[in-house]
């Protein structure tokens, strides 16, 4: 039975240049809806926001699926695995990285260009749907994820989802933050935390929420030699029918 009481380790941030470099053996795996599932509570947290081209669904490749099913089968009676979201299309990735960056821009006059871009790659992947080193959410084998109890009250995890700030680092309150107020929130964290990696997840050092399964990230963390997953699209009707009709005429042409 897994301790969902063990300590968050402190990792350093991902030797991004070895990331990239990691091959991916395409598995060809299926996008999956996640709100299908009675099990986990699926809430599309950018398509509540309001952002432009974000899914009113989340959508995971089918291992990943399965995987954060038993996730929530493992956590103590009364919590709830909350998904935020998973897969996303290339113009979300897109205007979350300008945003942020943005964002820093205004916040750091200062900064050059490679300080920035250093500051929002620790909360938001560059947007990259290359074959060879596409964005994690962009393969499917990304999610953001939080808990909640039976009556849906979030649980506190010490600072928002999708906040770039330290406190958002998955470690931070195993320091000194970590003790009287922040003792709720190290256990928050911690049973998140626990549960996710039980059931073969990675997590990003920086972000409390976010977890890999079958990517580059995932196999960097975990030292496999390749990746599960490269960029992935949802099946589209046109593209459904011209597959449809490419088996037919090549039945039919026997």
């Known amino acids: 039975m897994t301790d969902l009481t063990t300590p968050i380790p402190y990792r350093a941030e991902p030797d991004w240049q070895a990331v990239a470099a990691i091959p991916i053996v395409e598995c060809d795996e299926p996008l999956h809806p996640l709100s299908l599932s009675r099990t986990l509570r699926v809430y599309p947290a950018y398509a509540r926001m309001g952002v432009c081209h974000a899914m009113a669904e989340c959508h995971s490749r089918s291992a990943v699926f399965e995987r954060l099913l038993q996730v929530a089968k493992s ?87 999708d906040e770039a700030s330290p406190r958002s680092a998955s470690a931070h309150f195993e320091g000194p933050d970590g003790e009287a107020a922040g003792q709720q929130v190290r256990a928050n964290r911690r049973t998140l935390y626990n549960a996710m990696l039980a059931q073969g997840f990675s997590n990003l050092p920086s972000e409390w929420w976010h977890y890999d399964y079958g990517d580059q990230l995932w196999a960097w963390h975990q030292g496999e030699p390749q990746a599960l997953y490269g960029p992935v699209q949802l099946q589209t009707l046109d593209s459904l029918w011209r597959q449809q009709l490419e088996q037919q005429l090549g039945l039919n042409g026997r």
Do not use: I
Request: overall charge negative; proline content about 8%; glycine content about 6%.
């Open 75 to 161: 956590l103590p009676a009364g919590l709830h695995l909350v998904v935020l979201d998973a897969w996303r299309p290339f113009a979300v990735q897109q205007y979350l990285y300008d945003s942020l960056y943005d964002a820093l821009k205004e916040y750091y006059p200062d900064a050059d260009e490679a300080h920035l871009e250093h500051l929002t790659r620790q909360f938001v992947s560059p947007p990259n749907s290359s074959r060879g080193n596409p964005s994690p959410h962009l393969t499917g084998g990304a999610v953001d994820v939080t808990l909640c109890d039976d009556d849906g009250h979030w649980l506190d995890m010490g600072t928002a989802f």
